[in-house]
């Protein structure tokens, strides 16, 4: 009944093609960031931002990430958490050569040192496709790992071999380290997700992302009408690990404070891929969901025996939401193998012919 | 239909919901003691009785004495499985309660919450692991490390090599195999183990271990048995430690000539080796076994009233016994903090007081019911939150630990500039850091 397009007339090209033609989308993004923006940093605590939200955000942008690397152009990686920890640590390089540099531009630039690094390991898959790709990414996880430990200089020859994050400024204000409050980090990270999947969603709706999607579909097909396979790929490569070393470099400066190369290891790399799967492959806003429903739900599942008042012990606690979790997860994947952003559409969709459904 | 139920749903949901908050707004007179444990993960093996000890001993003040001065403590587990995400998290769901002190119980997730600290005004304990240069209470004023750091373990391991071989500079020419966990917490001990290797002239041989391949030793074993080193040091925990002592014993390497630092000398790192194990040293801070007064109280007033998660046969054992010592020092450093600031419910300001002048001498253990139980705790103080105190030699007889050394003083001479180094270093590079403002008591 309110979620009509009925009426609502595109006068233009740019209008047809707008990212959001629906009015009710529009309104509906609208009252999103206002809250995400304004009513959350308002209303919301420290716990609520630091270990729920920002967490929330860090992971949503490394998904979306290996989403423009798996679910658009269709070559399966295991190394998401190398790529984040590239990020990571180049963020912690680039803020120590120049620790009056504006840290927000810093996490954003480090993202191309992942995109460099991930280009050279997107090199195989010119010649070789799905799990054995998978194998090769697998190689570069294993190998950033170990760079992580190998390389002191990567994290300034810190006896801990761990990277502490010093409080740095963005305008003056402080936005990394300890003095940084929760709502600066949220709304920093906030920002750059948002701009980046506003970049991100326009990049698969045009030219780049539809090579992207005819080579996942059919990639000799893609190859005959002219689209040139490894440029296509080495893209695809580059600009996913653009995006997980932001989120890296996001997880280490804004979330946790401090990383070290057990960050970024293969679990990593799996949560992402989980997050990637569930959500739905080949769906930005799947991204999100996915990241909700994985980092989200056992914080949730922890929270509720206590706000029940039940005593249950932090250990059993703990092995409920394992067990809670993965049976969501099969549970989602029986009732919808497309992941959740394929039900978010199921359900648009019933709410268009709702309350007289057909 | 449905939408009928789905109200009626919601409005019970609420109705709870709402009673269940009013329940828990009553105010209470008490000190929040959080515990970040791990019960879950590749690293329970060690965890559990450790989250164990300090439950247990916290119970039994509350059980047996009503809290610490007449103060309830309530005592709160936070699982972190030994992951530093999840203990980030822990640590500010627990730092809104306002917690008296916090325990991380992990290399990482000490890093990740030490520059915290100080904004938050919430002590960190991080009993002899966490950052070693934390102990420069200077620079860090709300960390504390005692009884000591990972280099004074180390240097009470070459005093204890010196001893055996006639004297520290007959290593000239050995070599010395450091088999070492692949993080943050086995690299720590590595810059002062090539400084001892230039001062006595004997080689290093490094063995890493990947986290990932802890329970996967075998090929790295086989390049020990290649090298053959006279003594093998290690930093070992989690699941690592059963693993390395059970591949020494496949060697044959001799057991008498494999020493680990206190984080690998549980129980459970030897018996799986059983009788092959022995003659396996570790250092050690407490005392094992249950002939102590105030375990036998833990065991009449908690664990026989069903009130903890541990099996009887495990009190006692090496790590249960230093999650007591851990509990000890918070809940002596909450008692020194009531006695220096005359309240009753102290807060986290007054509890880093309690810490900086700590001081549990012999007959103050034995008071606590933990006669020897502990080298005397005297040397804590404003600028040195460590103390560098002693700690002794402990071998598998194939059963059990047993005390095989005198307590050992670490050469505090050579770990303390290391230290006052590192601690430097740390601050020029997490530049802008904050000076210290908080005042020293006067009675340290």
């Known amino acids: ?358 | 239909m449905r939408l009928k139920y789905l109200v009626l749903g919601a409005a019970v949901g609420s109705l709870v919901g709402a009673s269940v908050l009013a329940s828990r707004a009553e105010a209470q007179e008490s000190i929040f003691v959080p515990l970040l444990t791990y019960r879950t993960g590749p690293f329970a093996g060690s965890g559990i009785p450790i989250a164990n000890g300090m439950h247990d001993y916290l119970a039994m003040l509350n059980e047996r004495d009503g809290g610490i001065g007449g103060v309830k403590l309530v005592i709160e587990e936070c699982e972190t499985g030994y992951n530093n995400a999840k203990g980030v998290e822990c640590y500010e769901a627990v730092k809104s309660k306002k917690p008296v002190v916090v325990n991380p119980y992990s290399t990482g997730i000490t890093l990740a919450i030490i520059p915290k600290a100080a904004v938050d005004k919430i002590p960190i304990l991080s009993m002899a692991y966490g950052l070693s240069a934390s102990a420069v209470g200077n620079e860090f004023p709300w960390i504390f490390n005692p009884p000591a750091t990972y280099w004074d373990g180390l240097s009470m391991m070459f005093r204890y090599i010196g001893g055996k071989e006639g004297g520290l500079d007959k290593l000239k020419g050995k070599t010395i195999g450091y088999i070492y966990f692949d993080g943050g917490y086995g690299l720590e001990p590595i810059p002062l183990l090539e400084q001892f290797a230039k001062d006595y002239g004997f080689t290093v041989k490094k063995y890493p271990v990947p986290p990932a391949e802890m329970q996967n030793q075998s090929g790295l074993w086989l390049n020990v048995r290649r090298d053959r080193p006279d003594w093998m040091i290690m930093w070992g925990w989690g699941a690592m430690n059963p693993t390395a002592v059970k591949e020494a014993a496949k060697i044959n390497y001799p057991m008498d000539k494999f020493i680990g630092i206190w984080w690998s000398g549980g129980d459970d790192d030897a018996r799986p080796a059983g009788a092959d194990a022995k003659g396996y040293l570790t250092l050690n801070f407490n005392g094992v076994g249950t002939n102590y007064p105030a375990i036998q109280d833990i065991v009449k007033t908690v664990v026989d009233k069903g009130k903890s998660q541990t099996p009887k046969d495990k009190i006692g054992e090496n790590l249960y016994n230093r999650g007591v010592y851990n509990s000890v020092l918070i809940a002596e450093a909450i008692r020194n903090a009531q006695k220096i600031t005359g309240k009753k419910v102290v807060t986290g300001e007054d509890v880093r007081r309690g810490f900086e002048s700590l001081k549990i001498s012999a007959a103050r253990w034995k008071e606590l019911g933990l006669p020897e139980f502990g080298a005397p705790i005297e040397a804590v103080s404003c600028t040195d939150h460590n103390g560098h105190h002693a700690a002794y030699m402990q071998q598998w007889d194939g059963t059990k630990w047993v005390k095989v050394s005198d307590w050992i003083v670490p050469m505090k001479e050579k770990v303390r500039p290391l230290l006052e180094a590192a601690a430097k270093d740390y601050v020029t590079k997490n530049q802008p850091w904050p000076k210290r403002t908080e005042p020293c008591d006067k009675s340290t």
């Open chain 1, 1 to 358: 009944m309110f979620y009509r397009e009925a009426g609502q007339y595109k006068t233009s090209y740019a209008a047809d093609q707008a990212l959001f033609p629906i009015l009710q989308d529009r309104i509906g993004i609208a009252a999103i960031l206002l809250i995400a923006f304004v009513v959350v940093p308002l209303f919301a605590s420290d716990f609520l931002l630091n270990s729920f939200l920002i967490p929330i955000l860090v992971l949503s942008l490394a998904a979306i990430g290996l989403n423009l690397l798996t679910g658009y152009t269709g070559l399966l990686s295991l190394g998401t958490g190398g790529f984040m920890g590239v990020g990571a640590f180049a963020c912690y390089k680039l803020t120590s050569i120049f620790p009056d540099a504006n840290i927000v531009l810093l996490i954003v630039v480090s993202g191309v040192a992942s995109a460099a690094v991930g280009s050279v390991f997107g090199l195989p898959s010119l010649r070789i496709k799905g799990f054995y790709l998978a194998v090769a990414t697998l190689a570069a996880q294993f190998f950033l790992s170990w760079c992580f430990i190998r390389i002191p200089w990567l994290y300034n020859y810190n006896v801990s071999a761990a990277i502490e994050v010093p409080t740095r400024t963005a305008f003056g204000i402080p936005v990394t380290g300890p003095n940084a409050t929760s709502v600066t980090r949220y709304l920093v990270a906030l920002s750059i997700v948002v701009a980046m999947t506003w970049v991100a969603s326009n990049i698969v709706r045009g030219r780049i992302g539809r090579t992207w999607m005819a080579v996942r579909d059919m990639d000799i097909a893609a190859e005959l009408i002219g689209i040139r396979l490894y440029r296509t790929k080495l893209l695809a490569f580059a600009i996913s690990s653009f995006y997980c070393g932001v989120a890296g470099a996001m997880l280490a400066f804004l979330w946790l404070g401090a990383a070290e190369s057990e960050s970024f290891n293969i679990n990593q790399s799996f949560l992402i891929l989980f997050m990637v799967i569930i959500g739905g492959l080949g769906s930005i806003m799947g991204s999100f969901f996915g990241a909700m429903l994985i980092w989200g739900l056992p914080i949730v599942l922890r929270a509720a025996p206590e706000f029940f008042g039940v005593t249950v012990r932090a250990a059993t606690v703990e092995h409920l939401q394992f067990m809670v979790v993965g049976a969501l997860i099969i549970f989602f994947l029986i009732v919808e193998p497309h992941g959740l952003a394929r039900l978010w559409q199921i359900a648009k969709q019933k709410l268009r012919v709702w309350p007289f459904p057909y």
